[in-house]
């Protein structure tokens, strides 16, 4: 049978096996359509929105540098809210980087096809949001000229670091995921790095490619070393989709804080952390696709395996919303049942109701296939889910803290100018750094995706046809 006879299976209107991608593309066209937008000059789109992200980091650096001479007086913190816009913005980043491992590590080790095509832009989008959380526990020091306290080292400056505070794990949880996930992620590059240096023409991009390849040639035994370590990677990187989140939920539930004292916390934050992750990754690749023409690769198909995962995870989030009041009322502990019903009808509860509507109702269109298979409206879902999942970090730090034990302790927190600027300079980062790695990086792994053509050699009617 040819290869281009293999259809997948149609059973009303689902697809079933079969390839990912059509039968008409060659290992040559993969090559040419992944190094074409490196060399082109960069479209108006691109152009707009990295004029955009950039207004935005400058932005960021100008309210630092405030906050570096007046201090974080300029935010909207008071007592009893110490934690607020910040420590929002970094457990949502950290949530928002889980995706990438989950696609480049876990399917990988269970043979998913279909990560083929996603895989390095979910990967780099965990780095640059990892990048951006860890920027929040270090402004939110105050002092940053002193931050390297923060890093564990020996008491020789009787500074007795607490290893028992989940905070410090942060440390080594943040780390570990970041340097873990950069060596996978480059390792996947330097196949693609080698095919670019040998193609790209003006000095500068040839000495630059041909520094990140290490000097790759792809013979037999550099592949044998790949294929091994990219394994191992996998293995490594697999426990951290679990771990990473889970301590950050552990800054929360071993306090004793009605709201934060939570044993679901743990599986609660890694299912949020991976539903928002995937929502990101979508609405990065209906941008992605369009700007940079790669519709044939990344083919809604692919999106509605995501979509799929939205689902199933806004499910599992909205069960450990359901148990956390439930658990609430069940427990007769009179503190526990305030925080949920102040959370429902208290000060805060329009954006209670925010992320109830973000993160369970509306990802349920996605039952309807028609819907889940439209770029309009998945865009538009994953911008809801987007914005829902702020909101629930928001509500689990600030409505917990705002109404203590104490009623006259209880206070209002309203986050100022400088809070919000932050946090969009914070995605004007994120998507700046995002902006210049589809220009300069091969955002499709070329090595990958010519392992699973149908008719690698472009013949026609397929190889054996």
């Known amino acids: 049978m040819a290869h281009t006879d293999i259809k997948p299976l149609d059973i009303d209107g689902h697809k079933y096996g079969g390839p990912w991608l059509g039968s008409h593309i060659s290992m040559k066209q993969v090559t040419e359509d992944v190094y074409a937008p490196i060399t082109n000059k960069p479209s108006r789109i691109w152009l707009l929105l990295l004029a955009l992200s950039m207004a935005a980091v400058a932005l960021l650096g100008y309210i630092l540098s405030i906050q570096l001479t007046k201090g974080i007086g300029i935010l909207g913190l008071n007592h009893p809210v110490a934690w607020g816009v910040y420590i929002t913005n970094f457990v949502f980043w950290v949530g928002i980087g ?15 096809k279909w990560r083929n095509s996603i895989n ?20 939110h020091t105050g002092r940053i000229w002193v931050d390297y306290w923060l890093i564990p080292y020996p008491n020789d400056r009787l500074l007795w670091v607490n290893f028992r505070s989940p905070l410090l794990w942060d440390v080594f949880a943040v780390t570990t995921y970041f340097t873990i996930s950069l060596l996978f992620w480059y ?3 330097l196949p693609d790095f080698a095919t670019l240096r ?8 040839r000495f630059f490619y041909r520094t990140l390849s290490f000097g790759w040639k792809g013979e037999a035994h550099h592949w044998d ?21 889970s301590i950050v939920s552990f800054d929360f539930a071993v306090s004793q804080l009605p709201g934060w004292h939570a044993t679901i916390f743990p599986p609660y934050f890694v299912a949020g952390a991976i539903f928002s992750g ?41 069960y450990s919303y359901f148990m956390e009041f439930f658990v609430a009322w069940y427990s007769d502990e009179p503190f526990e049942q305030f925080v949920f019903l102040n959370r429902l009808i208290g000060p805060y509860a329009w954006s209670v109701w925010i992320m109830l509507v973000c993160n369970v109702v509306i990802p349920q269109l996605f039952w309807f296939r028609k819907i889940r298979t439209s770029i309009p409206a998945m865009f538009a879902v994953s911008i809801c889910v987007n914005i829902g999942m702020w909101f629930e970090r928001f509500n689990i730090i600030v409505t917990s803290l705002h109404r203590d034990f104490l009623p006259a302790n209880w206070d209002y927190y309203i986050p100022t100018f400088s809070d919000w600027a932050v946090t969009i300079g914070s995605f004007g980062l994120f998507f700046a750094l995002f902006l210049l790695f589809i220009k300069f990086f091969p955002v499709i792994s070329m090595s990958e995706i010519k392992m699973i053509l149908t008719n690698p050699l472009g013949r026609k009617g397929g190889k054996n046809g």
């Open 98 to 112: 889980h995706a990438g491992t989950l696609i480049s590590a876990v399917l990988f080790l269970l043979r998913q």
């Open 120 to 139: 390095r832009t979910a990967e780099a989008m965990t780095i640059f949001a990892v990048m951006c959380a860890g920027l929040f526990p270090l402004i």
């Open 187 to 189: 390792q996947g590059l």
């Open 198 to 205: 040998d193609r790209v023409k003006n000095k500068i991009g």
């Open 225 to 245: 070393h790949y294929e091994r370590s990219y394994l191992q990677f996998a293995w490594l990187a697999t426990p951290l989709v679990l771990s990473v989140h």
């Open 278 to 318: 995937m929502a990101m990754v979508v609405t990065l690749l209906v941008i992605l696709r369009r700007v940079m023409k790669l519709e044939e690769y990344i083919t809604i198909r692919h999106m509605e395996m995501m979509n799929k995962v939205i689902l199933f995870t806004s499910c599992l989030v909205g």
